[in-house]
């Protein structure tokens, strides 16, 4: 195949994804939608729209039937593209699915399993490994649904997991579908549809680079890491070549390197493994004062080394891939000598005390985390919530707690300790732009152990506690609001306890008999003929 056909592909594609956002955007400001609300984890402040997966899928239908318009059925049957184009498709639903509604990781984790296994079943599957270095072919046999399920999975949630900063994602996966572009080419694969994602990506970049007006979301995270993953194993002749699985996974070294650190992290500290946090390397540079430009333009380049050493490994048919690693650890080690996140590395042994020592508090946190929760469903005022608030705050050791919605602020000091200098801890309310919760800790110097409640060692345990106290505290307004259906105000009083799925419903002569806010409650007037 020449490039006449990638390169129409491309134009196609990029001009489909750019009137497809440019749709999305007009939508959204119309109906004043962005998709669900931001979470504690989200780096960005204002609501952005989630949807443009859309904008990365809509590509790939509309190049298909183009094709499949002037080359006929053949189009569609060759190497595979039958299964890779519906299942590419289904795992962008089940993305955009998350993305409206929110599905949760064990659902998620379901679906792409699901769905990684019937593209095996279809006839996409790592049947055969090649040993590097040597021509020995490894049959895998039973193996080879677990090991296809397994790559596929890691590749579509490779690619989710990087997506926390503006145009960091889109930019990896342009690079990664140059590179398949080159290995389809060379194998015979699907270059057309790899071509046409890479002009889809051009124009979605444009809207997505700092400041983003619009993330790929879920959805589009899926469609792509599963893409890149079905398309090296047709692209691999069905896993015998090593070179081209070899080949994107130096791309992705960034992900897999940031991936592999944050599971190792939580593992540690006794967080939950698939938590999200603000602990990746991205959000690292950002708090390390960075701006958003400068942190995805470095990244940009890292991985720009790493697409020249995949291109090595494949066009070397992986003859000198230790050389090649060699050279991928040097540049990691350079890269992180720079950020200065060597440092940390050289003092492991600190580093892994300081998790395990963190882990008892860390676990006795969640517990408070996740009653804290429960209580938004218990709750008659928000009051009351901010009594649990500060119940958890003080076991947590924290000195200062402050509290704002949207008819004012209240602040309470729980300590003796001095709060002028202290370190604080705000959170924003997911929804609510000028809701808030502050937590303040004074300086070490200040501290003494305290006689009840957790003692904060670090700043990083500290950051912890205070993330799975705003998480609580959020969930917790989420429900009340939801039951009650009043604005997060402080004076916001329902007329009626909350009731559960055993409680009778309260009649008009029951309403009247329920105290005002601050009166002295007062035994009910049983009236014959209504309910207790």
Sequence with gaps: MNWIEPSIAALVGLATSYGLIVLILWWCRRFNFAG???????????????????????????????????????????????????CSLAMFGLGLLDDLLGLGAR??????????????????????FKIPLTDHIIDLGLWALPVTVVWLVAM?????????????????????????IYVSLQGGSVPVIAAGMAGALLAFLRFNFPPARIYMGDGGAYFLGFFIGASTIVSSQKGTIVAALLAPLFVLALPILDTSVAIIRRGLQGLPVFRPDRKHIH???????????????????????????????????????????GIGVLTILFAAGQFNF??????????????????????????????????????????????????MARKLGFDSVQIRLEDGEKHWRLTSLDTQ?????????????????????????????????????????????????????????????????????FDSCPLVPPMDETSQPYSPVHLANVPAAGQQKSAPKIIPGTPP
């Design 36 to 86: 669900r609300a931001i979470e504690l984890h989200h780096s960005h402040t204002i609501p952005v729209s989630r949807l443009g997966g859309i904008a990365l899928a809509g590509p790939m239908v509309v190049v298909t039937l183009l094709f499949y318009g002037f080359s006929g059925p053949g189009f569609i049957q060759q190497n595979d593209r039958w299964v890779i184009i519906p």
């Design 107 to 128: 659902r998620k984790l379901l679906g792409q399993i699901a769905i990684a296994s019937a593209t095996f079943f279809c006839g996409i599957g790592i049947a055969h």
């Design 156 to 180: 579509t949630n490779l690619i989710n997991l990087i997506d926390g900063v503006d145009g960091l994602a889109g930019g990896i996966c342009l690079m990664l579908m140059i590179l398949l």
């Design 283 to 325: 959000h690292r540079l950002l708090a390390a004062g960075h701006s958003r430009r400068k942190v995805v333009l470095g990244l940009y380049i890292f991985t720009a080394i790493f697409l020249l050493l995949g291109f090595m490994t494949f066009f070397l048919h992986g003859q000198y891939l230790p050389l090649l690693l």
């Design 342 to 391: 060597s440092r940390e590395w050289l003092v492991v042994g600190r580093v892994l005390g300081n998790s395990l020592d963190a882990r008892q508090d860390i676990r006795y946190a969640i517990s408070l985390s996740r009653w804290l929760a429960l209580e938004g469903k218990r709750a008659n005022t928000l009051d009351d919530l901010a009594e649990d608030v500060i119940f």
């Design 421 to 489: 200098n202290c370190r604080l801890f705000r959170h924003a309310v997911s929804g609510h732009k000028y809701c808030f919760l502050e937590l303040g800790i004074a300086s070490k110097s200040a501290r003494r152990p305290p006689a009840t409640g957790v003692s904060i060692k670090t700043t990083s345990v500290s950051d912890i506690l205070a993330d799975l106290l705003a998480e609580g505290w959020g969930q917790a307004l989420s429900d009340w609001q939801t039951i009650h259906g009043l604005p997060l105000r």
